[in-house]
């Protein structure tokens, strides 16, 4: 179990590295994030939370929220229902590739790049009266923090520049892979991206990755093979183009976000999360890997 000097550690060993990456701009709301926020916070499987840095202090999740529509996904449907329409293989392009989609004839690589993850948005919109509702409870429910909320300015303003996320999930309509109304869908999938975690309420969030599936407060989410299911598709995609240079470096399944999250898991072990919000060439947060880096060293701990 780590202590806190460890993740105090983690957190002033990157500190030089802040300016080498560049905050995501394309969301305009976002670009306005400081960029010289550092924080870690994590859950040990016996329930206890430590941190480092200010991990205290909300952020914008980003594409660490298409770990829980998954996960709603995985609570709705069949399983086959989910895979005809999205892949479990690695995408080898950016995160928000349209290129893919059209070569593929619309089934996504993975359920993490934005296809993917629009793909299960439109299917939690088919299922669910209130999606946005029902996730943000969801969310609140797992994380054992009701107070967590959208941010309607960040998710206003990517629905103002959603020119590609558009065009990715009109295209993938045109293989008849949406089934909703586009703009739904996508205010839907916005709202999810921009809700405002710390680094703790994120850990503890993903504490059932950890744990076999169940969630701090004892509910069995997801079971234990879909658990392992889904940390294998974190190791293979969570990190789009970097996964590979993530195992190599961290050794553990991940999900990063544009706002310079990244969770982390050591199955049966540890939930993690790190926020910096510069990013590398791949959208993934550049001193977030290397404090999990850092972690994964000190304690000797990788799954491989
Ligand atoms: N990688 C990300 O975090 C991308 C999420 C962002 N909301 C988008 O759709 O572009």
Redesign the pocket.
């Given at each position: 179990m780590p202590e806190i000097a460890l993740l105090q550690d983690a957190v002033d060993i990157v500190r030089p590295l802040l300016g080498q990456g560049k905050v995501?701009n394309?969301?305009p709301a976002l670009a306005e994030v400081n960029p010289n926020k550092l924080a870690i916070a994590v859950t040990s499987i016996d329930g206890t939370t430590i941190g480092a840095g200010d991990y205290l202090e909300p952020f914008?999740?980003?594409?660490?929220?298409?770990v829980f529509s998954l996960t709603m996904a995985l609570n709705l449907y069949q399983e086959d229902e989910i895979w005809s329409r999205v892949g479990k293989e690695p995408s080898g392009h950016s995160?928000?590739s349209l290129v893919q989609v059209e070569l593929e004839r619309g089934k996504p690589r993975n359920p993490f790049i934005?296809a993917g993850?629009?793909v299960i948005a439109d299917l939690l919109q088919a299922r669910l009266s209130a999606p946005k509702h029902r996730m943000l409870d969801k969310v609140r429910e797992i994380s054992g923090n009701s107070s967590l909320c959208y941010d309607k300015v960040v998710a206003h303003s990517?629905y103002q520049a959603?020119a590609?996320?558009a065009a990715i999930a009109y295209l993938m309509k045109s293989f008849g892979n949406f089934n909703g109304d586009v703009n739904t869908v996508l205010k839907s999938?916005?709202h999810y991206?921009?809700m405002r975690m710390n680094c703790a309420d994120l850990s503890r969030s993903m504490f059932y990755l950890a744990n076999r599936g169940k969630t701090l407060a004892g509910k069995q989410l997801i079971t234990p093979v879909q658990t392992r299911q889904l940390n294998a598709l974190l190791a293979t995609s969570g990190l789009?183009d970097g996964a590979g240079e993530f195992a190599y470096r961290v050794g553990m399944p991940g999900k990063?976000?544009?706002?310079g999250g990244i969770i982390a898991v050591i199955p049966g072990d540890m939930s993690i999360c790190v926020w910096s919000p510069e990013l590398d060439n791949n959208?993934?947060s550049l001193a977030g890997t290397a404090m999990l880096e850092h972690v994964c060293q000190q304690l000797g701990r990788s799954i491989f």
């Amino acid at each position: 179990m780590p202590e806190i000097a460890l993740l105090q550690d983690a957190v002033d060993i990157v500190r030089p590295l802040l300016g080498q990456g560049k905050v995501a701009n394309y969301i305009p709301a976002l670009a306005e994030v400081n960029p010289n926020k550092l924080a870690i916070a994590v859950t040990s499987i016996d329930g206890t939370t430590i941190g480092a840095g200010d991990y205290l202090e909300p952020f914008s999740i980003q594409s660490i929220s298409k770990v829980f529509s998954l996960t709603m996904a995985l609570n709705l449907y069949q399983e086959d229902e989910i895979w005809s329409r999205v892949g479990k293989e690695p995408s080898g392009h950016s995160f928000n590739s349209l290129v893919q989609v059209e070569l593929e004839r619309g089934k996504p690589r993975n359920p993490f790049i934005n296809a993917g993850a629009l793909v299960i948005a439109d299917l939690l919109q088919a299922r669910l009266s209130a999606p946005k509702h029902r996730m943000l409870d969801k969310v609140r429910e797992i994380s054992g923090n009701s107070s967590l909320c959208y941010d309607k300015v960040v998710a206003h303003s990517e629905y103002q520049a959603s020119a590609r996320n558009a065009a990715i999930a009109y295209l993938m309509k045109s293989f008849g892979n949406f089934n909703g109304d586009v703009n739904t869908v996508l205010k839907s999938y916005f709202h999810y991206c921009s809700m405002r975690m710390n680094c703790a309420d994120l850990s503890r969030s993903m504490f059932y990755l950890a744990n076999r599936g169940k969630t701090l407060a004892g509910k069995q989410l997801i079971t234990p093979v879909q658990t392992r299911q889904l940390n294998a598709l974190l190791a293979t995609s969570g990190l789009y183009d970097g996964a590979g240079e993530f195992a190599y470096r961290v050794g553990m399944p991940g999900k990063s976000g544009v706002g310079g999250g990244i969770i982390a898991v050591i199955p049966g072990d540890m939930s993690i999360c790190v926020w910096s919000p510069e990013l590398d060439n791949n959208g993934n947060s550049l001193a977030g890997t290397a404090m999990l880096e850092h972690v994964c060293q000190q304690l000797g701990r990788s799954i491989f």
